[in-house]
């Protein structure tokens, strides 16, 4: 029997910053909910947590040359934004 569910995680605003995930998660989508962003992946809760690197550009702004892959875009239309999500394993324990 899959041990795997669905889970939602905070990013709040929008920059650079790392989240904890299980080991192994499937990022599947970033959207707003109740006017924050949030994350949501596929994952095994009973992994060991790992990080991941979240970045998140507006259109039209500065994107470094090490930008992880790209994930997906959103709009926001209550912010007037639309956002450009890019994340990357980094590995280790939170």
């Known amino acids: 029997m899959s041990t795997r569910t669905v ?4 990013l ?3 920059d650079q910053r790392t989240i904890s995930l299980p080991r192994g998660a499937e990022v599947l989508t970033v959207q707003p909910q109740d006017n ?4 949501w992946a596929l ?3 009973t992994q060991p947590f790992e990080t991941r690197e979240v970045r998140v ?3 039209g702004h500065w994107i470094a040359e090490d930008v992880p892959p790209y994930l997906t875009t959103c709009q926001l239309p209550d ?3 639309v956002l450009h999500i890019f994340i990357a394993r ?3 324990q939170p």
Request: glycine content about 26%; hydrophobic content about 25%; aromatic content about 14%.
């Open 7 to 10: 889970h939602k995680y905070p």
């Open 12 to 14: 709040g605003g929008y």
């Open 36 to 39: 924050v962003l949030q994350l």
């Open 43 to 45: 994952v095994d809760p």
């Open 57 to 59: 550009h507006g259109t």
């Open 79 to 81: 912010w007037g934004l």
């Open 90 to 92: 980094t590995g280790g």
